[in-house]
């Protein structure tokens, strides 16, 4: 079991910062799930543990070592919404599973590593020659995961691992990659727009706002008592996400309601999220502090914390 830690990294694209200073832990063993709009960094922050997004500042540790130090940082695996991203459509899929593996996996071995990992993903190890195109979108997305555990990892990335699916196949694929990291006790950065699914898969929950971390804590605690007036924009515009686990409503992706949605190439002054927020006019405050003061985490080392001024 390791524990994977983002401390305070940036990524910057041009003059656009997409991540600003994010610390993060996953615990060992644990899941933690990272919600927010579209455009608000969670790919980026994901990305940037594999490599796929450039660290400007900042660095990303597993237990303690620099990711950047790790060979082909094979123990931290991504899983992506669309599963051709890390399957060859020309290549076999037995054969995309065997090319993960660690070199030092014998010849003899890798065959019966392959129907290992594809019963694990649950699939017929008699599929193994197939193609991905001849499988469906499940089952493709299942074999994208089997080539993640391919490569051992000690960490799972999982960026929207269900959003393509069929809304019939979403639901035992998340209940598949539940057990999976259970059973081999992984830990995981599972990152959905959809509430209720990241309520199901998550020990903790991660709020994401304009590059930031807004609020983080324990998954019920952050769902059901949010402290953060965008964590309660977000479930109050996805109602369901207590009911439906995998209801359409829960894209947090549409824009709140009666508010712009934030232009992350123009971060507004102070609190990022004062031109949306209901919170100054609700208690009367004036909004002077919201408008010129960023509002620092000051209670990040409690396990339920919140960037706000004005924190319930
Ligand atoms: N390779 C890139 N080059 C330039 N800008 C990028 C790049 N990747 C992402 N961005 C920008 O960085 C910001 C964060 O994007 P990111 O994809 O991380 O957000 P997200 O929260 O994952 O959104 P979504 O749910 O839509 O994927 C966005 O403004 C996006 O346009």
Known sequence: MSALEFDAVSVRYGKLTAVDGVSLTVPSGQVV???GESGSGKSTLARAAVGLSPVSAGQVRLDGVDVRRLPRRRPLQMVFQDPYSSLDPRMGIGESITEAMPRSTSRGARRAEVARLLELVQLDPERASMLPGQLSGGQRQRVALARALAGQPKVL?????????????QGAVLNLVRDVQRRLSLSMLFISHNLAV???VSDIVAVMYLGRIVEAG????????PQHPYTRDLLAAAPSAHRNLLADTDDVTAPLADTEPADPHHPPPGCRYHPRC?????VHTDRTLCV???PADDAAHRPHHAACHFAA
């Open 33 to 35: 799930g990272l919600v």
């Open 157 to 169: 990335i999982a960026d929207e691992i269900t959003s393509a699916l069929d809304v019939s196949v």
């Open 198 to 200: 990241v309520r199901y």
């Open 218 to 225: 324990p998954a019920e605690q952050v769902l059901t008592d």
């Open 278 to 282: 209901p919170i100054g006019p609700l």
């Open 292 to 294: 010129s003061a960023d």
